[in-house]
Every structure is written in C-alpha cells, then in structure tokens.
C-alpha cells in the first residue's frame, strides 16, 4: 500500500501539480508566477544534477548514505505545500501558513514512510523533503504579501484536472536520466547502485 501511495509523488501528478500552481498564480499575481516558475526550475535543476551525477559518473555523499536526491519527496513537500497554503488563503488569509505547517508535516511523514524505504533509501527521501520544504517556505514567504486570489472555479478545475491525472498510469523519467547520462558522461552504461551500499548489502548477507 505505501508503495503505491509513493508513485503520487511523482511526476505524473506533481508536474501537473505545478502547472495547475503557474495557472492559479497567472490569474492573480503574474510576479508570484515568476517567483514560482523560477523556485520549480531551481529545485528540479538540483534533484536532476544530483542524479546525473551518479548516473553518469558515479558521485554520491557516501558519509551520509545519499546517492541522488529523491524527486518524489521534492515534489511532494513542495507541490503540495505551497497548493494547500494557496487553497486555505483563498478562505481565511490567517490559515495559509498553519495549512503550509500541516502540509509540510503529512508530506514529510509522507517522505519518511512512502518514499522510503520503496523508491530511495531513507536518507536520499530525508533529503529531497528537506529540499522541498526550504523551497515551499521560501516561495510562500516571498509571496507573502502578494494579492493571490483564485476563483473558485478555477480552484474547482485544478484539483478536477489532478485528481485525473492520479488515475492514470504512473511514468517516471529513470529511463531518460540514464541516456542524458551516458551521453554526457561516455559511460558505458548508468550506474545504478552505489558500490560502497551494494558491499554494505553483500556483507550483511554474509
């Protein structure tokens, strides 16, 4: 069941997520749309480094058990952090940061119990939460005093448009990753698995 509650974190649903944010922002704040344009191409341009990294050369943080920052913790404490905080100000301005503190806590509970141990190890979800969080807060926190207000078909639409895109077949950009990262490293194939947790895993099995 956690396993496949892990898959909503990814990007079938959390890049929709962000277009559904980038549409509610347009409408109301277009300098919050920039603000948040710039916090998703930050945040994904880290989590895709990270990952290119590894694949493409081997580099981890071995002293903290982190191959790759995970995408779908990212996703999740951003996504849904900075939606319900934008959803709750629509009702009562004094809600939107104790729903980003609500949010921000099922979502990294959502990290430490989902994401890990069936996507990414513990660290590597503790990790992409972390960097989700920072950019969530930091986001709201600069929009702070923006006038952002959707209406409510708009908010109707987003959430109708999302909960379709939860339904369909989940796909994930691994494959990809591996070829930009063979293609711009010469490897002959994407690593997969660090060397020092594979001896770690053989060593327990022996």
């Not at 559904?20 to 919050?32: E, K, N, T």
């Not at 945040?43 to 050369?57: N, P």
């Amino acid at each position: 069941m956690r396993a496949e509650l892990a898959q909503y974190g990814g990007i079938t649903v959390m890049i929709p997520a962000a277009v559904v944010i980038a549409v509610w922002l347009r409408y109301s704040s277009p300098w919050a749309l920039r603000a948040w344009v710039m916090t998703v191409g930050v945040t994904y341009s880290i989590v895709a480094a990270s990952k290119l990294m590894f694949k493409g050369w081997g580099l981890s943080f071995q002293h903290v058990d982190i191959a790759v920052i995970s995408g779908h913790a990212m996703n999740t404490c951003l996504m849904v952090t900075v939606a319900t905080s934008m959803l709750a100000r629509q009702f009562n301005l004094a809600w939107r940061w104790p729903a980003a503190c609500v949010a921000l806590t099922l979502s990294i509970g959502f990290s430490a119990y989902c994401v890990a141990p069936y996507i990414h190890p513990l660290n590597e979800a503790l990790a992409g939460a972390a960097l989700g969080a920072v950019a969530a807060i930091t986001f709201l926190w600069r929009i702070d005093t923006a006038n952002v207000k959707v209406s409510p078909s708009f908010m109707s639409g987003g959430l109708v448009f999302l909960l379709a895109c939860a339904l369909v077949p989940k796909y994930n950009a691994e494959l990809l990753l591996n070829r930009v990262a063979v293609s711009l490293s010469g490897a002959e194939q994407a690593h997969q698995e660090p060397a020092w947790r594979l001896g770690a895993a053989r060593g327990k099995a022996e």
